[in-house]
């Protein structure tokens, strides 16, 4: 997954693309290490519903209006 989000964000046609990062890897570090290579958002499986993440993409994209 971290190789992916360096791919993104190392392209300059894609970098400025939101990623959110859906993971059964709830620990601080991953959250971390995602979180300094430039994820909008970072959300562990067995902890939120499906409403829930996509009321926390609505709210990001309305921010970044």
Same mark, same amino acid.
Request: proline share 2%; aromatic share 8%.
């Given at each position: 997954?971290? &190789?992916?989000?360096?791919?993104? =964000?190392? +392209?300059? =046609?894609? =970098? &400025? %693309?939101? #990623?959110?990062?859906? *993971? +059964?890897?709830? @620990?601080? *570090? &991953?959250?971390? %290490?995602? /979180? @300094? =290579?430039? $994820?909008?958002? !970072?959300?562990? /499986? $067995?902890?939120? *519903? #499906?409403? $829930? %993440?996509?009321e926390k993409i609505?709210? !990001?994209? /309305?921010? /970044? @209006?």
């Open positions: 997954g971290f &190789d992916v989000i360096d791919a993104i =964000k190392g +392209n300059n =046609k894609t =970098k &400025d %693309i939101p #990623l959110f990062v859906l *993971s +059964n890897l709830g @620990q601080d *570090s &991953d959250m971390e %290490i995602a /979180k @300094q =290579k430039g $994820v909008s958002g !970072y959300f562990v /499986k $067995v902890n939120i *519903s #499906l409403a $829930v %993440i996509v609505h709210e !990001y994209l /309305k921010i /970044k @209006q």
